[in-house]
C-alpha cells in the first residue's frame, strides 16, 4: 500500500507540472484530460499523505518498544495500538478510492425511458420517471436537454429521449438502466384493483466525435413533420429528423427544436451514444469470465427495481434493498438508494481483486 501511495503522488505532481506547460497548455483537449486526472487524485492524494504520516509514527513506535527506555517503551505501547487500528480503517478506506474508475463516469449522458407492457399506465409511468430524474438533476444542479418525446395524450409518454450535462453525471445514473415496476391502481382503472406496469431505461454515456466515427455514406436522412404540441413553425415545416445507421439497423429520431439543423445535430448524438454504449456492452461481454457482473452493467431487460405505492416502498432487486420513502424518492431523492448501489459495486470490484 505504501509504494501504490507513494506513485499515486508522484503522479499528481506530474499532472500538476503538465498543467503549467505551455504545450499543453495550447491543446485544449489535453489539458481536460490532465485536469481531470489531477481533480481525481486529490482526495487519494490527502488521504495517502496521512496514511504514510501514520505509517511514519508506526515506525518510530516499534522502534522505540526495541529500545532501553522504559518509560518510552510505554508511551509507545499504548499508542502503538490506536495508530494500528487506525492505518486498518484508512488503508480499507484508500483500497476503495484506488479502484480501477470507469472512464466514463465523468460523461454526460443520455437517457431514453420507453413503455412497456400495461397500455396507458406504462406511459403515466414513464412521465413519473421523467420527472423523478429531472427533479434528481436539479438537485445535482445539472442541466437538462430534451431530445424527442412521444407523448400518449393523457399526460403520458410512449417513450422519451434527453440529455443530462454535468459533473459525474453518468456515473450516478448508470444505476438506473433496466426494467422498471410499478405496482399501483392507475388512474385509469375504476375497479380500483392494484396493477402492475413496466418502463425501460436506457442509460447512455455521451459520445464525443473523437469516440465513435459515423460515416455519412452509411446515414440515410429523412425529414418530416413533427407531430403534437409544439406551435404551428413545428408544425408546418419538415423540422424533424429521422436517422437510420445502415450497417446496425438503429434508428434515431428528434423532433424537439424548430431548426432542422439542431434536431440532425440531436440526433447524431444520441445515434453515436447507442453505438458506443454497444461496443462497450460487447466488450463486457467478452470480458465476463474476467470480470463479475457489477450492478451498474446488467442485462437491459432485467427487471431492476420495484415501485409499489400501497406500500409506499421501492426495492431494488439487484442488492435486495427496500425503502419506504417512495415520494421521496419519486421527487428526485435518489441519493441513498444510488448510495447503496455504489456500496455494493465497490463491493464487487473489492472481491474481484
Not at 466514463?104 to 396507458?120: K, P, Q, S, Y
Request: proline letters at 2%; a negative charge.
Amino acid at each position: 500500500m505504501e509504494d501504490k501511495i507513494k506513485s499515486v503522488i508522484a503522479r499528481y505532481y506530474e499532472l500538476e507540472n503538465l498543467m503549467a506547460d505551455p504545450e499543453v497548455i495550447s491543446d485544449s483537449d489535453a489539458l481536460k484530460e490532465i485536469a481531470r486526472e489531477h481533480r481525481n487524485l486529490g482526495p487519494i492524494v490527502t488521504e495517502g499523505k496521512k496514511l504514510l504520516d501514520v505509517y511514519g509514527q508506526i515506525k518510530d513506535d516499534l522502534e522505540i518498544l526495541n529500545g532501553s527506555d522504559e518509560e518510552l517503551k510505554s508511551i509507545a505501547q499504548s499508542e502503538l495500538k490506536e495508530l494500528q487500528d487506525s492505518r486498518d480503517e484508512m488503508e480499507e478506506s484508500l483500497k476503495v478510492m484506488l479502484l480501477p474508475k470507469d472512464p466514463n463516469d465523468d460523461r454526460n449522458t443520455i437517457i431514453e425511458i420507453r413503455a412497456g407492457t400495461g397500455g396507458e399506465e406504462a406511459g403515466l409511468f414513464v412521465a413519473d420517471l421523467f420527472r423523478m430524474y429531472e427533479r434528481f438533476a436539479e438537485r445535482n444542479n445539472w442541466s437538462k436537454e430534451a431530445i424527442s418525446a412521444n407523448e400518449t395524450g393523457i399526460g403520458g409518454f410512449k417513450e422519451i429521449t434527453f440529455s443530462l450535462k454535468g459533473e459525474g453525471c453518468y456515473g450516478l445514473m448508470k444505476f438506473e438502466g433496466g426494467v422498471h415496476r410499478v405496482q399501483r391502481i392507475p388512474k385509469t382503472e375504476t375497479g380500483g384493483r392494484v396493477h402492475t406496469s413496466a418502463a425501460t431505461v436506457a442509460v447512455l454515456p455521451e459520445a464525443e466525435d473523437v469516440d465513435i466515427e459515423v460515416l455519412d455514406q452509411d446515414l440515410k436522412i429523412d425529414t418530416y413533420r413533427a407531430s403534437g404540441a409544439g406551435g404551428q413553425h413545428v408544425n408546418k415545416t419538415e423540422s424533424a429528423i429521422r436517422i437510420t445507421h445502415i450497417p446496425t439497423g438503429l434508428v434515431v429520431t428528434c423532433q424537439d427544436e424548430k431548426s432542422q439543423h439542431k434536431n440532425k445535430s440531436a440526433a447524431l448524438k444520441v445515434l453515436r451514444s447507442r453505438l458506443l454504449a454497444a461496443e462497450q456492452e460487447r466488450q463486457a461481454e467478452e470480458r465476463a469470465e474476467e470480470r463479475k457482473t457489477m450492478v451498474s452493467t446488467g442485462d437491459r431487460s432485467a427487471k431492476i427495481r420495484t415501485y409499489n405505492f400501497p406500500q409506499g416502498r421501492i426495492t431494488d432487486h439487484r442488492i435486495s434493498y427496500t425503502t419506504y420513502r417512495l415520494d421521496e424518492n419519486l421527487d428526485g431523492d435518489l441519493f441513498e438508494l444510488i448510495e447503496q448501489l455504489q456500496l455494493a459495486e465497490q463491493q464487487t470490484l473489492l472481491e474481484s481483486a
